[in-house]
């Protein structure tokens, strides 16, 4: 006799972690299954480690910009073993604390891989149990390369775990995890090169600010190369070979270690979707507007699994409210990904929230637009940073904010003001008329507006 439960979550991050408990609390019988530790990708192996990481470097990179300025000394440098070992406070506890939070609310955990045996039936480690609803949401994984060698990468979780840092690292890609571990891996004293086979790197945000990133990027000695093709990887007693074709010529860079920061795909092929009559395509789960399997109706799922929203932590827990909701009293939920915003944390970081230029003219939106490099305003001068600008967007008719584009200190938080504008539907005079603490970032969005 197959064990029978109201929900089988598959995964124990933020969304099916969000998803359970809400159940659990409604008086459901509750199973989770993970073939991982405990805790999901921005816990254990994502965007709190990793800002753990980005931490240190800040410190590195603020005492350069001071020194001079009231800073005096020698230059502080990264213990990285230290480093990785105060990581691990925040990750090593994870595991254990979210597997008695289960047990404590009655919870039924599961370690090991999913697979599905039928429409509302899991296989895990040769235990089949049996669900009223099913959660997908496994999170996302490296999205394969296909190029000759790639057995000699390391992902960012491997990265995230090394003990000692080489000389040099070739990063592949030009996305979040390109751009946040190159700064970090630079500030610890690596050779850093990134390989990007795109015309720019860090394609969500706006291309003028990433311009001014890139300088930044020279300056702290990344050599970073667009429209890049790595070709081929090889392994010897010297080193890594990285083989690339960039606009028409093959080049050959040497490394001590590739990183794969090309994208990541939703972990959906060890699931085995067509035993569960699951459609996708591409890759991808075929789902409704209420986040529910069109061709399985007991299956929803929330996160990077479903791919429905920005690949966040934020919108997964967004996904697991309404997921939960829906499950509970029936599909009348939708999500609303307005107004969610994202940043990159490079040293400064870039953030982003609502449209973007290019965006807002294909939609027809008539709006005006206030650009400014703003390396000259107290925000930046006050902590010696050369990168700070904007780029907002303001519709004409109604005043509102369509889009906040930032780079520089402070607007990792500064973001969220713009974020809160444009999903409350608030004016640029509202912006402009709110109080803000001074000095600090938010009492510069006044002038951004």
Avoid at 177 to 186: V, W
Avoid at 198 to 206: K, P, Y
Avoid at 257 to 283: C, K, Q, Y
Wanted: charged content about 25%; aromatic content about 6%.
């Amino acid at each position: 006799m197959n064990k029978q439960y109201d929900l089988i979550a598959i995964g124990t991050g933020t969304g099916a972690s969000g998803v359970a408990s809400r159940c659990r609390a409604a008086g459901w019988s509750v199973a989770v299954i993970d073939h991982l530790p405990f805790g999901g990708t921005c816990a254990l192996r994502g965007c709190d480690p990793k800002k753990v990481l980005v931490g240190a470097a800040e410190v590195i990179d603020h005492f350069q910009r001071m020194h001079g300025n009231g800073i005096v000394g020698d230059e502080p440098s990264i213990a990285w073993k230290e480093l990785i070992r105060f990581k691990r406070k925040f990750t090593d506890p994870v595991s254990l604390m979210k597997e008695a939070s289960f047990a404590k609310n009655g919870i039924d955990a599961y370690h090991g891989r999913a697979k599905f045996r039928g429409h509302r039936l899991v296989d895990v480690e040769g235990k089949v149990l049996e669900g009223r609803f099913i959660l997908i949401a496994v999170g996302a994984v490296p999205m394969p390369l296909g190029i000759p060698g790639e057995e000699h990468i390391i992902d960012s979780t491997e990265f995230l775990e090394l003990q000692r840092l080489p000389r040099k690292i070739i990063f592949i890609g030009g996305g979040f995890i390109a751009a946040e571990f190159a700064h970090i891996a630079a500030r610890a004293g690596v050779r850093v090169k990134v390989l990007q086979k795109g015309e720019r790197m860090l394609t969500a945000f706006d291309p003028d600010l990433v311009g001014w990133l890139m300088e930044k990027f020279h300056e702290i000695g990344i050599d970073a190369r667009t429209n890049t093709q790595v070709t081929a990887i090889e392994k010897n007693r010297e080193g890594i070979s990285v083989r690339v074709s960039s606009n028409g010529e093959n080049k050959t860079f040497k490394t001590d270690m590739v990183v794969h920061a090309a994208g990541r795909v939703p972990d959906l092929a060890p699931l085995d979707l067509a035993a569960a009559g699951i459609e996708s395509d591409n890759g991808r789960l075929k789902l409704n507007e209420f986040l529910q399997s069109v061709s399985n109706p007991a299956v929803f799922a929330v996160g990077d699994a479903a791919m429905n929203g920005p690949p966040l932590t934020p919108v997964a827990s967004h996904d697991a409210k309404i997921v939960a909701a829906n499950m509970l009293q029936g599909n009348h939920q939708k999500p609303n990904y307005l107004g969610v915003p994202s940043v990159a944390f490079t040293i400064p970081p870039i953030a982003s929230v609502g449209l973007g230029e290019m965006q807002a003219r294909e939609k027809g939106i008539k709006f005006r637009m206030q650009c400014k490099k703003a390396s000259d305003w107290y925000t930046a001068r006050r902590v010696g940073e050369k990168i700070y600008g904007f780029k907002v967007l303001v519709e004409d008719a109604s005043n509102r904010i369509v889009g906040a584009h930032l780079i520089g200190p402070q607007v990792d938080e500064m973001i969220n003001i713009f974020a809160l504008a444009i999903r409350k539907g608030l004016t640029a005079e509202d912006l402009k008329t709110a109080i803000f603490v001074h000095p600090s970032g938010a009492s510069d969005i006044a002038y951004m507006v």
